[in-house]
């Protein structure tokens, strides 16, 4: 039988190349946070909050922008709505036994990566495994906003401006793998790209905000990929 403390630490050797990957990430996202106007200890506690890279980063352009509190609101509501369908899908298969409050924590530190890796771990789920894998992620994610926060008043405005390009290098790695295997993304990446062109040069639509074009653009394009490549109904597959 396996013990929690061997699924811990099948969780943290699972999760230290998640907790690499998110230091990058996350070190651009505290740069540009300092740099942009907020102070180290609100870069660090919103990257403690959230753990979420599309929505911080929404969230800083709506900041940035002058946005109001419901845009931000909205929008991070919007884009990490996903996290609350993969918490369902773990929750559904955390062990029985675990306490309840397993499915709390678990679904506070969920992520892109951890689900991916939980989801694919065993049949029923030791919330242990979770805990292994959030204890290396959170923190690197964490650590690495609070270097990006520090550096960022430290470096020249030379290298920040360089280092800052690195966000768009992991938008495109994040979209390129997957569009290659489903063609129906590069109609969901195209529609995106003529819609955020529309919102940022035609005379009306340039006068919205930035964070009511994030959430018109991100409602319009799940449409669109809903019907493009809506999700088979498994009981009209059965019949």
């Not at 922008?65 to 918490?87: A, P, Q």
Request: net charge negative.
């Amino acid at each position: 039988m396996i013990t929690n403390e061997q699924e811990y630490r099948a969780g943290v050797r699972d999760g230290i190349p998640i907790a690499l990957g998110y230091f990058a990430v996350s070190f651009t996202f505290g740069m540009m946070a300092v740099t942009g106007g907020l102070k180290i200890f609100q870069a660090v506690l919103t990257s403690v909050t959230n753990v979420t890279s599309a929505g911080q980063f929404a969230a800083l352009t709506i900041i940035f922008g002058d946005g109001s509190y419901l845009e931000v609101i909205l929008t991070t509501l919007i884009i990490n709505l996903r996290y609350s369908l993969m918490s369902f899908a773990v929750s559904q298969k955390i062990d029985d036994k675990g306490h309840s409050i397993h499915r709390y924590l678990v679904a506070f530190g969920m992520t892109d990566e951890i689900f991916g890796i939980s989801i694919n771990h065993r049949d029923r789920i030791n919330p242990f495994y979770n805990y292994g894998a959030m204890s290396v992620a959170i923190p690197g994610w964490c650590l690495g906003t609070l270097l990006g926060a520090v550096l960022g008043n430290v470096l020249p405005a030379m290298v920040i401006s360089a280092l800052s390009v690195a966000i768009y290098g992991m938008f495109m790695a994040i979209i390129i793998p997957p569009a290659e295997k489903n063609k129906a993304l590069y109609v969901v990446i195209l529609v995106s790209m003529l819609l955020s062109a529309a919102f940022t040069y035609l005379p009306l639509l340039k006068q919205l905000t930035g964070g009511f074009v994030i959430i018109i653009i991100t409602v319009g394009v799940a449409a669109v990929a809903a019907v493009i490549q809506p999700v088979p109904d498994p009981e009209q597959e059965d019949s």
